[in-house]
């Protein structure tokens, strides 16, 4: 079995290779849109108008500051940008005829486990594609689904390939209230849940998970607050720390049961520490110990990685996400 943790380096080949997507337009003709995976500048100057980090800081401190300031917006945009990437870009490589690096990965690496700090859906639009995920099971945490009219229930319906976002999902919301009674005949009640339940919206994405319906809230519309989109584990709000403490606790499992972790993509940002730290924290205590980390900074990270978890055997390969594809996914 194969345990990936991606980063966002993981998506930006698929901007690349699914180009060039075009639209119409009465004034110009024909056009091509611009719906890539962000960089970390790109969402900078989209989500907060910075052209840099702010000293000391990073951009899921950025988020959790908006966040706990009583301002979703940055958030919203980021989510906007992100499923529109995954209506357009992701949809369209999972549903190719022509060869591309994802699906060659998600193929080669049939057993594959995904663990992931991104909020975008890529993984689980392939995965479900390929028929190895659905949404009940499949992020890790139990999620609340409803099949699309005319789909009736796979048997024994199981996720092979998990897909855990531990800063959180925008495709899962929060049922924190449930109505008791029947209000038909006028005998109900409105009441907070001890625990919160999580459903499975992909709202402007749902086209890419043609099996299920969305899931709608008690108002109709699921808002970017009620969605379990937490920056980090620590600052997450309270009805949103269930998912994310779930969502660890089932990738701790797999770290401990495969001892072995790919990192495609991801920087080990210092100021992201108590996102990474109990990952690494777990992989040192397991008998293989084997970290690979897959980045055109690889050695520079496997280096600073190594110092602070010297218990760890790292293993850099200094490729994009696509240049590794390229090179049949050999780690030297």
């Not at 075009?22 to 719906?35: A, K, M, P, Q, T």
């Not at 990073?58 to 966040?67: M, Q």
């Not at 958030?75 to 190719?96: C, F």
């Not at 770290?255 to 992201?272: A, E, K, L």
Request: proline share 7%.
């Amino acid at each position: 079995m194969h345990l990936f943790l991606l980063g966002a380096g993981f998506d930006i080949d698929a901007t690349r290779e699914a180009r060039p997507i075009c639209g119409s337009s009465i004034c110009v003709g024909r056009y091509e849109i611009d719906c890539s995976y962000p960089l970390i500048a790109d969402v900078l100057k989209l989500c907060f108008g910075l052209n840099a980090l702010p000293a000391g800081k990073s951009v899921e401190d950025l988020f959790a500051d908006a966040e706990e300031a009583g301002n979703y917006q940055p958030m919203k945009l980021l989510v906007d940008r992100l499923m529109e990437a995954d209506y357009r870009i992701a949809q369209r490589l999972a549903t190719s005829e022509s060869p591309n690096s994802y699906r060659e990965f998600f193929r080669r690496f049939s057993d594959a486990q995904i663990l992931t700090f991104n909020y975008d859906s890529l993984p689980e639009i392939f995965l479900s594609q390929e028929g190895r995920w659905c949404p009940e099971d499949g992020y890790g945490a139990p999620v609340l689904t409803e099949l699309a009219f005319g789909m009736t229930p796979a048997p024994h319906a199981r996720s092979s390939s998990c897909v855990i976002h531990l800063h959180g999902s925008a495709c899962v919301f929060t049922i924190e209230s449930e109505i008791l009674g029947d209000p038909a005949a006028g005998v109900a009640e409105l009441v907070l849940r001890e625990e919160p339940r999580y459903a499975f919206d992909p709202d402007s994405i749902s086209h890419c998970f043609p099996r299920w319906r969305r899931v709608m809230s008690r108002t109709g519309h699921v808002s970017i607050e009620e969605r379990v989109i937490a920056p980090v584990p620590d600052k997450g709000k309270g009805l949103k720390k269930p998912f994310i403490r779930q969502s660890y606790a089932s990738a701790l499992e797999l770290i401990r049961q495969i001892g072995s972790v790919t990192v495609i993509g991801y920087s080990f940002n210092p100021h992201d520490r108590a996102s990474c730290a109990p990952l690494l924290d777990a992989l040192k205590q397991t008998a293989d110990r084997t970290l690979v980390l897959v980045s055109p900074q690889a050695r520079e990270l496997g280096t600073r990685v190594s110092t602070d978890y010297p218990e760890l055997r790292v293993h850099p390969v200094e490729k994009t996400f696509g240049q590794w594809a390229a090179d049949s996914f050999r780690v030297p």
